[in-house]
């Protein structure tokens, strides 16, 4: 087994899907004009993240290598129905919010790629951590992304205004550029962060 916290860092921060893989875009830029749908998008996928990585290390040597391509998809296709569901009847405003982006988790290269590049070789134990730490790094990003593009673009946060009505509202910001501009700065904050890090 390998070290949980070391595991779930990785995810979080050296590996961040968002950030540093650069994966799973349509989502990220789709649904992050708020922060209430970036953090609803983000624990949808790492719920079905979570669950797809343990079932699919349990079968992982039960699973042909011919077809495990497919035996993925369906096993994560089953996850993200009961994920619409639940949302579905617990929290319809949000499933509506984020409409055809919840069944295309499906086809998410963060869970395609997890079950793939890690599920498949390792313990169900490490593959929840591995879950939990990429589901993690892709909620705090969408979350990240969200509020940025919120706050500038509408004066508020979490849909509760806290700007005066005299602030300049950019409603570039809560539009598709507005996701490509504010990503592509977070990304350059980040990476300079990391290079003065190492450099100190």
Known sequence: MGNPIKIIK???IDENPTFVQVIGMCPTLAVTSSAINGI???LSTAAVLICSNIFISLLRKVIPDKVRIPSFIVVIATFVTIIQFMLQA???ALNDSL?????????NCIILGRAEGFASKNSPLDSAFDGIGNGLGFTIALAAIGLVR???GSGTLF???VMPEAFPHTLLFVMAP???FTLGC???LLNHLKNKKKSA
């Open 159 to 161: 849909s509760y205004p």
């Open 40 to 42: 609803g998008m983000g």
């Open 99 to 107: 409409g055809l982006y919840i069944p295309l988790i499906v086809v």
């Open 150 to 152: 919120e706050f500038i």
């Open 186 to 188: 977070m990304m350059a």
């Open 90 to 92: 617990y929290l319809p």
């Open 10 to 12: 990785n995810g979080i």
């Open 178 to 180: 507005g996701a490509f």
